[in-house]
């Protein structure tokens, strides 16, 4: 079981540290007493990673890049794949492992591009991704120049395909703890920008995370919203009758506008829509390490604009907030 210290000792030296008691109480409960079916195979996988600190490494760039293929010799090439193929499936990328591209189901770097230039520089700033799947976009922040970077989600798969990356590079600002929005520590306002993308339509109580995320910023603070949306007004919300796109968790998807009043009603302010695309069968897709159904598997063949269940296909935005001083 991956022991989180790397976190902890960062924290204490952090103003996060004041949380670090809290926040152990919690994991203790989440993730330490809790033994998953796949932990052990996860665990040989990360263990077979070889033992090696590339000298090279790129945050900035589409895919994140982790050493050179000089770094490795052809045993330890073997082994790198191994222990990456046996962590399938990638779905949140793409990496670059020594020379081999892992390219995951999303090209998660388009949503960084279209993100990027509407945020306030991360320079220096202690950042938030809650809901960060694999931490690629952890990496990204870290890559524009965040000081300290914490990913929080509670799938353990991505937990340890994050620690595949924090294996080679240990002195990266860049953590991850296996948690939700809704065991952070109440009104933690310490954070610079919070970033939360992909989550609030999984949230049976979608002002309750708008509410996590504003009480998790600083006075002055900046939210990054990102989530599925609906064609509409400002009143306009789905609530899917059983699944979305063959997604079972989506409890209800506002249109951009909605998302939008949304904010301001929880007092957030300075709200920008600056991002509205339509998810595309080249942004996500199967791939060799995403062997599972994707994307053009959950449209309706015959009219691509819908999903199977004859809703508006996927689109997403993205929002920019401040919260007030
Ligand atoms: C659609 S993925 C988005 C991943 C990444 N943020 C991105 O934009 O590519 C949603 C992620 O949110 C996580 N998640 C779901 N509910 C959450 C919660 N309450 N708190 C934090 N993360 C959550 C899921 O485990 C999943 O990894």
Redesign the pocket.
């Known amino acids: 079981m991956i022991s989180l210290d790397d976190y902890f000792a960062a924290a204490d030296t952090h103003r996060l540290g004041r949380f670090s008691e809290a926040l152990r109480t919690t994991l203790k409960k989440r993730y330490f007493q809790k033994i998953h079916g796949d932990l052990a195979s996860w665990e040989e996988h990360l263990q077979t990673l070889p033992g090696v600190r590339p000298a090279h490494w790129n945050f900035d760039s589409s895919a994140i890049e982790i050493g050179e293929p000089s770094d490795l010799n052809p045993a330890q090439h073997q082994l790198l794949l191994k222990g990456l193929q046996g962590l399938h499936p990638w ?2 990328g793409p990496f670059r492992f020594f020379g081999h591209l892992i390219d995951t189901e ?1 090209r ?1 770097d388009w ?1 960084w591009d279209r993100l990027a230039p509407h945020l306030s520089p991360l320079s220096g700033r202690t950042v938030l ?6 931490g ?2 952890c990496w990204r922040m870290a890559g524009a120049g965040a000081s300290f970077v914490l990913g ?4 353990l798969k ?1 937990l340890y395909q994050f620690y595949a990356v924090k294996h080679f590079l240990p002195d990266a600002p860049v953590y991850y703890l296996p ?5 952070l520590p109440l009104n933690m306002g310490c954070f610079d920008t919070v ?5 609030l339509y ?2 049976k109580s979608p002002f309750e ?1 708008l509410e996590e995320l504003k009480a998790a910023l600083s006075p002055g603070g900046e939210l990054v919203l ?1 989530t599925l949306v609906v064609p509409g007004t400002a009143e306009t919300v789905l609530t899917p009758l059983d699944r979305y796109a063959q997604m079972r ?1 989506v409890w209800c998807i506002p249109s951009a506008e909605a998302a939008a009043l949304w904010l301001r009603k929880i007092g957030m302010m300075d709200v920008r829509i600056v991002d509205i695309s339509v998810t595309s069968r080249e942004e996500q897709r199967r791939t060799d390490w995403m062997k599972f159904l994707s994307l053009s598997d959950f449209l309706d063949p015959e009219c691509p604009s819908r999903t199977i269940e004859g809703y508006p296909a996927p689109t997403r935005a993205i929002l920019v907030a401040r919260k007030p001083y």
């Not at 929080?152 to 799938?155: A, E, F, G, N, V």
């Not at 948690?179 to 065991?183: F, H, T």
């Open positions: 779905r949140k999303w998660s949503k991704d809650v809901g960060c799947g694999s690629y976009h929080i989600d509670p799938s991505f948690l939700r929005s809704e065991d970033f939360s993308m992909g989550v999984h949230r995370h990102e968790n």
